[in-house]
């Protein structure tokens, strides 16, 4: 079949240059990049919304408890751990400040009119016994501070206790110590266990990039479908058959579209990815303090990153012709989403899967996952969530592009038979009949 590389290229060029010039495409654009903004920039924005970048008061009365640690020390230590327990960064100042007062009257009064958060009493209702805590607060049950706090009770009871049953100061820092835990792989030749902290950075990495490929492949097939029927149901395609070929009214579509595509993406993208690499400065700026070095995301590596661009580019062409073809079959836009739902239940089926075994619920290195993840249809998923996670080797990841690669071409005759067929028919119900028929040459 002769191809007209200046047909495609002007179908091409007048699919980008019509839609980019919308007012839907571009206040889409806006609305998600604002999106991929706040998506990467939340944490920053809760606590200046919520206040965490300013000082939490957490008032402490002791009494005559006269308990074997310091309460207040012990409180504000574990009120002020990092989520994910890394360490602070000192030049920072400390989300919660924790006094200790005397006036049980007054510390309650001040909880009462919001100036404290909570008020933890302490006491020793017998000599020699235990220690008995108790929290004033005026947080719901959802309040993530009340449990801390608690965390704080339990743990300056143990320590209490351990003084009072005659155990030293080193004989405690003994009990504290981890316990020394090694993990051997079965095969002495087989390459070094990555820590639990590697392997869920690069599921989540694998994890993000399965829902960007999943979002383009649908969102972006769905304009191309709609593209088609719309013109084959004004009869706009009658009068471009008389100058293109309908193979190369689908190559310049799928093509046009593709790249308004990634247009789109690259837009909302590098900003979200620039302010998530910068979050750490854009927190200091906002909220005060200092800023920790420039790192790209936990989980991302440049191989996974290059192996992304391929398999997006790939499993896009591959739906994207395949929902083109399938559109050119329906008469009416209203039929387009029963003509387009078996590409749309495998590319779920395969985003599923992608998702269930970076969540464990599905054991990502199970015969079923590695065998998916070879399967065209499937493996742009598959194969970028378990590179992510350190699962699949280069070897592994070129034999699915190749495969991805050949089935591309097979995919375009296909899609290029039912379009050529398609386009000129009207008035027919869209039938997995009709298709077989098309594909035949029958209809």
Do not use: C
Request: glycine share 8%.
């Amino acid at each position: 079949m002769r191809l007209d590389r200046s047909n495609v290229t002007a179908i091409a060029r007048r699919e980008y240059l019509a839609r980019a010039r919308t007012r839907t495409f571009k206040l889409t654009t806006v609305v998600l990049v604002i999106a991929g903004l706040a998506i990467a920039l939340a944490p920053v924005i809760l606590r200046a919304v919520f206040g965490e970048g300013k000082q939490t008061t957490i008032d402490v009365i002791v009494g005559s408890s006269n308990p074997a640690v310091d309460v207040g020390a012990t409180v504000a230590a574990v009120l002020n751990t990092p989520v994910g327990g890394g360490p602070a960064n000192p030049a920072d100042k400390p989300p919660y400040r924790v006094d200790t007062v005397t006036d049980d009257a007054a510390a309650r009064a001040a909880v009462q009119k919001g100036d404290v958060a909570g008020l933890l009493i302490v006491s020793r209702p017998t000599a020699g016994g235990d220690l008995s805590f108790t929290y004033v607060t005026k947080a719901s049950a959802l309040d993530r501070v009340t449990p801390l706090v608690q965390q704080a009770a339990t743990f300056i009871e143990q320590k209490d206790r351990l003084v009072r049953f005659g155990l030293s100061a080193a004989d405690q820092a003994r009990l504290s110590t981890p316990a020394a835990w090694h993990v051997q792989p079965a095969d002495p030749n087989a390459p070094k266990t990555a820590s639990p902290g590697d392997i869920a950075n690069g599921f989540a990495a694998g994890f993000v990039l399965a829902i960007i490929l999943f979002m383009a492949i649908v969102l972006y097939g769905q304009w191309i479908a709609y593209s088609v029927a719309e013109e084959k149901s004004s009869r706009v395609m009658e009068v471009i058959l008389g100058a293109a070929t309908p193979f190369e009214l689908l190559g310049g579509k799928v093509v046009g579209v593709g790249a308004l595509a990634i247009t789109q993406y690259v837009i909302v993208f590098v900003p979200a990815l620039l302010a998530l690499v910068f979050q750490s400065q854009i927190a200091a700026l906002v909220l005060g303090g200092s800023a920790s070095a420039v790192a790209v995301p936990q989980g991302l590596s440049i191989g996974l990153l290059v192996a992304f661009g391929v398999f997006f580019v790939l499993g896009f062409a591959l739906y994207a012709v395949l929902y083109a073809g399938a559109a050119a079959l329906v008469s009416r836009t209203e039929d387009i989403n029963q003509m387009v739902a078996p590409m749309t239940l495998i590319s779920t089926a395969g985003y599923l899967v992608a998702v269930y075994s970076s969540t464990g619920l599905i054991d990502p290195s199970s015969t079923f996952v590695v065998v998916m993840s070879f399967i065209p249809f499937f493996s742009p998923y598959l194969m970028l969530s378990r590179l992510g996670a350190g699962l699949a080797g280069p070897v592994e990841v070129v034999v699915a592009l190749v495969l991805l690669a050949v089935t591309v071409p097979v995919a375009l005759w296909v899609a290029a038979r039912l379009y050529s067929a398609g386009v000129l028919m009207y008035g027919q119900r869209p039938s997995l009949r009709l298709m077989l028929r098309v594909l035949r040459g029958r209809a």
